[in-house]
């Protein structure tokens, strides 16, 4: 087999992207699509000319020509599907966070040790050059012994009303450079404290400021605002520092790495993760989707995104949520 038939359990905005994406991989076809609103699952259909439709994801689990999955369901609804997907003998890209409690996150990496297919967690920021390419220089050991991190993911509030109503910035986003710093230091983190602020007074607040300690002692703030002003003329504003006993890197990936002036306004679209080239994505999305489709043909373990990384992370962002909420220093393991 030189390709996967894979279908999309979940149609939202980034389900949609994740099927855009999967049509620039040459070692994917896009076979299935499933979500509960039938309206919804025939527009997707009959944009991406795919015929096998469902509206209950087991339906797609027992057709014996489908390879693979990604599941892009709220992160409260991953158990379920992953698990059955893994015991249907599917190979599984499951969208971060792995889940919505840490508990719901072991099951599922439980679930994956016995599978006969592989389990990918999507961490995207993993897959942006300019993090792996930090990754490269602190495991030559170019900067020493990492002592101190600090990261920006801050985006417009135009993004957010909608997202504010499922989840928080802390585990939406900060999630993301969690991850990175614990990939990074290869230390557990071991304590969080965090504040948040409640802008526009959604279900949950629009900005979140974090702090960890890891186990060797490294400190670690993250900045997450989701209520940047409408003309923000960038997508995003991504920054991070590491800081070691020999040396520092800077990741920068924010306006203007490109600038377009319009009637409107200057603009500075996403270039990493899924930007759109003719119809299609690319960016870290499409290697992450090449990288789980290599890795499922091949035979290969997953390095990357794995349920362990990916629960380590919810764990971390789950406790500075805790902290927000009661004012304490909340600390793990």
């Keep these: 087999m030189d390709r996967l038939r894979i279908g999309i359990i979940g149609l939202g905005w980034f389900g949609e992207i994740h099927a855009e994406t999967i049509a620039g991989v040459a070692n994917l076809e896009l076979a299935a699509l499933c979500t509960r609103t039938p309206e919804r699952l025939a527009e997707m259909g009959e944009k991406f000319g795919v015929k096998k439709l469902y509206r209950d994801y087991h339906d797609m689990?027992?057709?014996?020509?489908?390879?693979?999955?990604?599941i892009c369901t709220m992160w409260d609804q991953?158990?379920?599907?992953?698990?059955?997907?893994?015991?249907?003998?599917?190979?599984?890209?499951?969208?971060?966070?792995?889940?919505?409690?840490?508990?719901?996150g072991l099951a599922i990496t439980e679930a994956s040790k016995s599978a006969k297919g592989i389990l990918y967690i999507g961490h995207i920021v993993r897959f942006n050059p300019r993090y792996r390419m930090a990754k490269q220089a602190i495991d030559e050991g170019r900067i020493g012994k990492i002592v101190a991190l600090s990261s920006r993911r801050n985006i417009p509030a135009a993004w957010t009303p909608t997202i504010l109503d499922k989840i928080g910035p802390i585990v939406g986003d900060a999630?993301?450079?969690?991850?990175i710093m614990l990939w990074f230091t290869g230390q557990r983190i071991v304590s969080a404290y965090a504040?948040?602020?409640?802008?526009?007074?959604?279900?949950?607040p629009d900005i979140g400021q974090t702090m960890y300690r890891f186990a060797d002692g490294a400190s670690a703030t993250l900045e997450t605002v989701w209520c940047m002003p409408e003309k923000t003329p960038f997508d995003i504003d991504e920054r991070m520092s590491i800081i070691g006993t020999e040396g520092i890197i800077h990741v920068q990936d924010t306006f203007p790495n490109l600038g377009i002036v319009d009637g409107d306004r200057l603009h500075s679209p996403d270039t990493t993760y899924w930007p759109m080239f003719e119809g299609v994505r690319g960016g870290a999305l499409r290697d992450e989707f090449t990288y789980f489709a290599t890795c499922a043909l091949d035979g290969k373990e997953v390095t990357i995104g794995t349920p362990e990384d990916a629960t380590a992370a919810l764990e971390a962002t789950l406790a500075a949520e805790e902290s927000a909420r009661t004012g304490n220093v909340v600390r793990i393991g």
């Design 195 to 204: 504040q948040t602020v409640d802008v526009r007074g959604l279900k949950h």
């Design 78 to 104: 991953h158990r379920e599907p992953a698990i059955a997907a893994l015991k249907a003998g599917k190979h599984v890209f499951l969208e971060k966070p792995i889940a919505s409690t840490v508990e719901d």
């Design 61 to 70: 689990l027992a057709d014996p020509n489908i390879d693979a999955v990604s």
């Design 175 to 179: 999630i993301h450079d969690t991850d």
